[in-house]
């Protein structure tokens, strides 16, 4: 039912343990910039998505233990692969134009 790629394998272990895909949760998106500048520019973007009608819990940057700054995204959103892999294509578009790289997703079920 879902591709063979990471995201899918996540899907499947969902499925498996019988995770409710009806709700929205929030669900935590994470991208490592080398510079605060850099975190903050792309930050700023997903702050203007929010003002024009995004629902986000949280818009987040902080200092990486990797070095660097991680932006953490929180958007409330339906779990489906395809809303997974279009907000992540969208953060990798807006992270492509700075030194950075995504560094995973996750949520919690209740």
Known sequence: M??????????RRLEEHNF?????????FYAVYA???EADSIAKLYVQDW??????????TRPCE?????????PIMKLTYENIVGFENTLAERTSKVNGY???W???GD
Not at 2 to 11: I, R, T
Not at 51 to 60: L, R
Request: net charge negative; proline share 4%.
């Open 66 to 74: 990797k070095g660097g700054m991680e932006l953490e995204l929180v």
């Open 35 to 37: 510079t605060e500048e």
């Open 2 to 11: 879902y591709p063979d790629d990471v995201n899918g394998d996540v899907f």
């Open 20 to 28: 409710d895909f009806s709700k929205e949760y929030p669900v935590d």
């Open 106 to 108: 996750g949520v919690l």
């Open 102 to 104: 995504l560094d995973g």
């Open 51 to 60: 003002k024009n009608g995004g629902n986000f819990k949280n818009i987040e």
